[in-house]
């Protein structure tokens, strides 16, 4: 089970910004491609964004494309979600998550497509 560990949540005003860190060991961020994953209450658990690992492929939610943006820090061993212009429909607890393998699942939807999970933290954008 790898160790994953998001933080950068907190409550921001609509049209804020956010950045999320997904602190994970060197060796899991070099074999595996990592993946944001949102939860509002009473929704399902949607994938929002997704980097493979050679060639750093990213992946994006339609309704996150132009807002969000994901990348690696390899010196620092995290991956980054930069979240700009938030909406209140952004509010959700966010996961990072690692896929199965080192590039993006075809279906990046699919929770069963990745493997550890971290514990989530909370974005609430007030409107």
């Known amino acids: 089970q790898e160790q994953l560990m998001e933080s950068g949540g907190g409550l921001v005003h609509a049209g804020g910004s956010l950045r999320l860190s997904c602190a994970a060991p060197e060796s899991t961020l070099n074999y595996y491609a990592i993946g944001w994953f949102r939860q509002a209450p009473g929704k399902e658990r949607e994938g929002v964004a997704c980097i493979s690992v050679y060639d750093q492929s990213t992946y994006y939610l339609d309704s996150v494309k132009g807002r969000f943006a994901i990348s690696r820090d390899s010196a620092k061993d995290t991956v980054w979600l930069q979240m700009n212009s938030l909406k209140a429909e952004d509010t959700a607890v966010y996961y990072c998550?690692?896929?199965?393998?080192?590039?993006?699942?075809?279906?990046?939807?699919?929770?069963?497509?990745?493997?550890?999970w971290g514990q989530g933290t909370q974005i609430t954008v007030s409107s």
């Open positions: 998550a690692t896929a199965l393998r080192d590039v993006c699942p075809n279906d990046r939807q699919l929770t069963s497509q990745f493997g550890s």
